[in-house]
Nanobody, 120 residues
């Protein structure tokens, strides 16, 4: 399993970014896939998830602003981030779960992370 994120960067508040996660070694449609983020001095938190069957779930803090999706032809997971806020500043990690559903316990394989910085 290999996960490679891209698309991070710096943006002003109110702007948008799209993160990508190229997966290899398994189909992204076969597992629960997720985006986590870790701000300085804080724990890594789950942000957005998409199950094998396509059901998506979001943290309350990003609901309505972030959209998780996937492209099976490119074996890539995406996170579209709109209306960004300074509190969205963090390292964002792509993760592949051990189960097909996100509603059950998963262990995770991780990407290397990509920095997102939102300035006010």
């Amino acid at each position: 399993v290999q996960l490679v994120e891209s698309g991070g960067g710096s943006v002003q508040a109110g702007g948008s970014l799209r993160l990508s996660c190229l997966a290899s070694g398994f189909p992204v449609t076969s597992r629960c896939m997720g985006w986590f983020r870790q701000a300085p001095g804080k724990e890594r938190d789950g942000t957005a998830f998409i199950a094998s069957a396509g059901k998506t779930t979001y943290a309350n803090s990003v609901k309505g602003r972030f959209t998780v999706s996937r492209d099976s032809t490119k074996n890539t997971l995406y996170l579209q981030m709109d209306s960004l806020k300074p509190e969205d500043t963090a390292i964002y990690y792509c993760a592949a779960g051990s189960a097909d559903r996100c509603s059950v316990y998963n262990t995770w394989d991780w990407g290397q992370g990509t920095q997102v910085t939102v300035s006010s």
